[in-house]
């Protein structure tokens, strides 16, 4: 029996990747930045948006999509602090699908500026899908130990800015700060590193300021095709 | 672990490659797939899911062939190329922040069939 090769070299990933451009399109004619926040569960995720919602208050309005196996938990969380805010339940599904994200961007209120996505917690699967972010930001907290950036290299590779949370617990840990930050370095030596903690409100103010900028670098980008014709 | 979820993509692909041609069932007899070493993808992990996956489709019994460019990387600085060992991207001649130059590829290659 004779056998036919046909190439095709087609990206794994096809779909997903189809819907993160159509969403990336989508952000980019609103110039909204908008950034994919990745880490383990329990890292301090939601806490952090609940900060930068007290603090971003007047400021930037940011919508937050929230992706969780099950519950509506962290939307009501963050919807307290009067943040619009998209629950996704992703089921049995182990990060947020670029295709449920695109779906979710029409009940964004019209007058966001931003938006912060807080993926399904763990810190493999998320970081393979893009789902039309402009950045991943990185969560890892002090609890998880200094070694995780070493062995879940890949999140910390793509991320676009690394968030150290629950830094407060500092004193009553065995956590290596300068082996983490060295850990960081040697896999990402361009991203930002923040040092926070929600609870006691320390270094969130430079996160902040940096979705600030990041937001005004969005503002002022080149006008999307589409929009500079009149569509 | 996310295996499974890159490989329910991958069948998507597959399946939709092979509907395209209208492809009967049990006439597909290989799938190559190239995955770089930056997506640590662990092979039997993947060819366990693609079994599972490709079950009652018309790719069922179709077997998975991986190929792993390595991470290969040009330092930002010094110009400096070659091999690269994850976790560490940095420049082993002068330290400093690299650029990744191959090892992120993840595509279908190539589909093989049994002539009809």
Not at chain 1, 150 to 176: C, E, M, Q, S, W
Request: glycine content about 8%; hydrophobic content about 45%.
């Amino acid at each position: 029996m004779s056998t036919a090769r046909i190439h095709i070299h087609r990206a794994v990933m096809d779909d997903s990747l189809r819907e993160a451009t159509a969403t990336r399109a989508w952000l980019a004619a609103r110039r909204w930045p908008m950034f994919n926040c990745i880490g383990s569960p329990g890292a301090g995720k939601t806490a952090l948006l609940e900060g930068l919602a007290t603090l971003l208050a007047g400021r930037l309005k940011f919508a937050v999509i929230e992706g969780d196996c099950a519950t509506a938990r962290d939307a009501e969380r963050v919807a307290a602090h009067g943040i619009h805010a998209i629950q996704i339940v992703t089921g049995d599904g182990c990060h947020l699908p670029a295709a449920a994200v695109n779906k979710a961007l029409a009940d964004l209120p019209a007058d966001s500026e931003c938006v912060l996505v807080e993926n399904v917690g763990n810190l493999v699967c998320p970081a393979a899908f893009d789902i039309g972010e402009t950045a991943k930001v990185a969560v890892l907290s002090v609890t998880e130990g200094e070694d995780k950036p070493l062995k879940y290299p890949a999140l910390f590779r793509k991320a676009g800015a690394i968030v150290l949370t629950k830094t407060d617990l500092l004193p009553h840990l065995r956590f290596n700060l300068e082996a983490c930050r060295h850990a960081i370095r040697q896999i990402n030596s361009a991203a930002p590193l923040f040092e926070v903690s929600a609870r006691a409100g320390t270094g969130l103010s430079a996160l902040a300021d940096w979705l600030l900028a990041q937001a005004a670098a969005a503002r002022q980008a080149c006008a999307p095709l589409g929009q500079a014709l009149g569509k | 672990m996310h295996e499974v979820s890159i490989c329910q993509s991958l069948v998507s692909v597959v399946l939709d490659e092979l509907a395209q041609r209208e492809v009967g069932a049990g006439r597909l007899k290989r799938v190559r797939v190239v995955a770089g070493q930056l997506h640590q993808l662990v092979p039997d992990a993947l060819v366990f899911a693609y079994e599972l996956l490709t079950r009652d489709t018309p790719a069922a019994g179709s077997q998975l062939e991986l190929r792993v460019p390595p991470l290969e990387a040009t330092c930002k600085r010094c110009g400096w190329q070659g091999a690269m060992e994850p976790p560490i991207f940095l420049c082993e001649k002068c330290g400093a922040g690299i650029e990744i130059k191959g090892g992120d590829e993840l595509f279908v290659e190539e589909l093989e069939l049994a002539e009809s």
